[in-house]
């Protein structure tokens, strides 16, 4: 049985009351988005800081180090522990990181929202990226777009926030949000990991998001073996290039029975009588 780290249970309330003055002078009461600094420490060396909400602080440090590719298995990580009133996640390992100072020197500064950063060798790696068969239905699709619009969430209720999730068909398995589209994905990656290998292998899973589709969203749901990725924003460039390459089924701009599908069709079973009437728009 393969060795799990202890993890504290440092969740953090995620809004925070402020005072606001609305267009008419008056004095509203107002919930905004609770955004911290959580430094990371590994072996006690300094490794990063990560903005956040801190819904899951734990699981977003795990899934960082996974899609960093600094730890191969959730074995070598002894325990994870986060403490609010310092900022810090203390990560202790089994028998330490090798060459930890030359793996993260050179550093991608991505467009993720509150400044995500990927280390430059994971651009290396993407050609040893072997994705499963899976397939996803327009009626399947229809079904995840619903369950987000259905959820209750931060998002609606202080907004300034992304979301991600992770499906198996139209099973919603967990549901994230944090200050940052990147910090999400993480999060769920060390979910994930924590489950063991057949989930954590990704491959029958679909995963959602409420931000673009970036080369480091691709990037990393390529790395969790989830091989479709569906998002209401669109697409960049560099990650339409990676999704091609990797034949990840990357779907944009999905609202309600709208979509975009931009890399991979061959995933996606068409149902075109589910989709209504054409518009003057279509």
């Keep these: 049985m393969e060795l799990t780290p202890q993890l504290s249970q440092a969740a953090a309330p995620l809004t925070h009351a402020v005072a606001a003055l609305n267009q008419h002078g008056d004095t509203v009461q107002l919930h905004i988005p609770a955004e911290r600094a959580l430094t990371v420490y590994v072996d006690k060396r300094e490794l990063v800081t990560l903005m956040t909400l801190g819904a899951h602080p734990e699981w977003l ?3 960082y180090l996974r899609n960093q590719r600094l730890v191969d298995s959730v074995a070598e990580i002894a325990s994870i522990q986060v403490d609010w009133e310092v900022g810090a996640a203390a990560v ?12 993260t020197t050179s ?12 280390f430059g060798n994971l651009m290396d790696e ?11 239905s327009q009626a399947q699709l229809y079904g995840v777009v619903n369950a987000i619009r259905l959820k209750e969430s931060t998002y609606k209720s202080a907004g300034s926030v992304h979301a991600c999730a992770l499906f198996s068909g139209q099973e ?11 910090n999400a994905i993480d999060t769920i990656a060390g979910w994930m990991w924590l489950q063991g290998a057949a989930t954590a ?21 390529a790395q969790m073996g989830v091989p479709i990725v569906v998002s209401r924003s669109g697409m960049t460039q560099m990650g339409h290039a990676l999704a091609t390459q990797l034949g990840l089924c990357a779907i944009g701009r999905a609202t309600n029975k709208n979509f975009v599908c931009y890399s991979a069709p061959e995933r996606l079973q068409m ?11 279509d």
């Design 61 to 63: 440090v795990l899934g």
């Design 92 to 103: 202790t390992t089994r028998h330490g990181i090798a060459h930890i100072e030359e793996r």
């Design 107 to 118: 550093k991608v500064v991505t467009t993720g929202c509150g400044q995500g950063s990927m």
């Design 126 to 136: 993407v050609d040893g990226i072997r994705l499963g068969p899976a397939r996803v």
């Design 172 to 182: 919603l398995l967990l549901f994230v949000e944090d200050v940052g589209r990147h």
């Design 201 to 221: 292998q990704g491959q029958d899973k679909l995963f959602y998001t409420t931000g673009r589709l970036t080369s480091e969203m691709v990037i990393k749901s």
């Design 271 to 281: 149902q075109v009588e589910l989709a209504g009437p054409r518009t003057l728009r």
